[in-house]
C-alpha cells in the first residue's frame, strides 16, 4: 500500500500533520484486517500488509476493496478534513512469487500499476507488468553506458532579440545517439532518467558540458552571450546544485548571467516543486531562471509572482497554430501581456514561419526560437553562424 501523494501532505502542512495522518491511516488499515493478518509501516508511506488464512483472490479483493473505501472518508487532522488516497499493488503466493522478495517485487510492479492508472486503485500482479520493468533496466543500463561511451551530446539552438535582431544565446539541447538504439529522442528516455532517479547524474553532465563549451567559445573569440541549460526539477530539490553552479561558473570564467537554467512549468510552480533555498540561492548568484512550456501546465499564478523567475517561454503548442487558430493568437498575446506586466521577457519556442514571427514582433514577445531562424545545431555550426552573422 501506498499513500498517493503523501509528500505533498507534508510539504505543505508540515510533518506534525503528516505523522498524523501515517498514524490515522495505519489504525483505520488494521481495523479492516483479522488478528492473523499482519501490516507493516516499511518506509515513507508504504505499508505492507500479510494475508495468511483462508486466503482465496475473492477474500483479498474483498480486502482490497475495503482499504481503498477507507481512502473515500476524510481523516480529521488539524482541525480540518483532509482527503488522502491510496494504492495497493497485490501478489499472491505462490502463483506470483514463491518467495518473500519476488513477492514482493511483483506486489511492487502492480502498485506501480495502480499509480499509473491515475492511483486511488488496486492491482494485481500479472506477469506482463514485468516487461515495462525490464525496458526501464535496459533504458537505466544504457543511459549509463551512453554517458561512459560518449554516446551524448550536446546540440545549440540560437536565440533573437526580435526588436533589433540581435544574436542573444543558445539553448542546450541533449542528444542520444546509441549503437543499437539509433538516435533516441529526449522526450524518450529523460522522462525515464527522472523516473528511475538517474536525471541528477545526467543533468549534472549536460550542465557541465555546456559550461565548459560556453567557456570554449569564448576563448575561440565566438560571442554567444548566454547558454540556457534544461534542468529536471529533480536538480532542484538538491541544495547542492547552488555551489555546483557556482563552481562551473568559476572553472569555465563564465558571468552568473551568462547562465539561464529552464525548468518546466508544471513540476516549477508546484507546491512540491524546487526548494525555495536553491531558486533564491541561484536568484543571489545572478543566474537567470526562464519558466519551460509555460501555458501547458499548472500556471499558477501566485507561485509564479513568488518565484526568482526572469522569463516565460512560450509553449511551441500555442506558436504552432499562429496565423490559423485566433484562440492560440489569443493565448501567445495574454501570456506575452501576463509576462509584462510581471517585469518578465517572453520567448516564444518553435517559431517555424514567417507569419508566426511577424505576428510575435507585433505582439511584443521579446526573443524567439525555432526552425525559422535556427535549428538545434553543432557547435562548430553555431561559430559559423556568428561568424556568418558578422
Ligand atoms: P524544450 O526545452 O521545450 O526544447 C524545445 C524543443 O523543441 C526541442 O526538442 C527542440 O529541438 C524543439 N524545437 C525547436 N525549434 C523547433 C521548431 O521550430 N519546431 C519544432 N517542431 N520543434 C522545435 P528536443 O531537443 O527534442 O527536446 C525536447 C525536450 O526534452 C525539451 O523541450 C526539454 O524539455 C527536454 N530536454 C532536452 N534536453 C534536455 C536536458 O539536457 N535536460 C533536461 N532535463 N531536459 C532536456
Ligand atoms: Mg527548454
Ligand atoms: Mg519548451
Redo the contacts with the bound molecule.
Sequence with gaps: VDLDRFKQINDTLGHPVGDEILKLAARAMAAQLRASDTIARVGGDEFIIVLEKDVSSYSVSTVARKLVEIFGHPFPVAGRDLYLTASLGIGLFPKDGEDPDTLLRHADLALYKAKELGRNNYQYYEPSLGAGALERMTLENALRTALERRELY?VY?PMYRLSDRRFVGV????RWTNPELGDV???QF?PGAEEMGF?VEL?AW?LREACRQLGAWRLAGCEVPRMA????VHQLEREELVTDVADLLTEWGLHPGELEI?V?ESPLLRQSGPAPEVLEGLRQLGVFLAV??FGTGYSSLSALRQMPVNRL?ID?SFVRDIGRDPNDEAIARAIIALAHSLGLETVA????RREQAVFLTDAGCDIV????YG??MRPEEVVGKIVEAN
Design positions: 550536446l539552438q539553448e542546450a539541447l541533449l529522442p529526449p522526450a529523460i536525471i543533468g549536460v541549460v534544461n534542468l529536471s529552464e518546466t519551460d512550456d517561454k511551441a519556442e518553435g517559431v517555424e526560437q525555432g526552425y525559422f535549428r538545434p
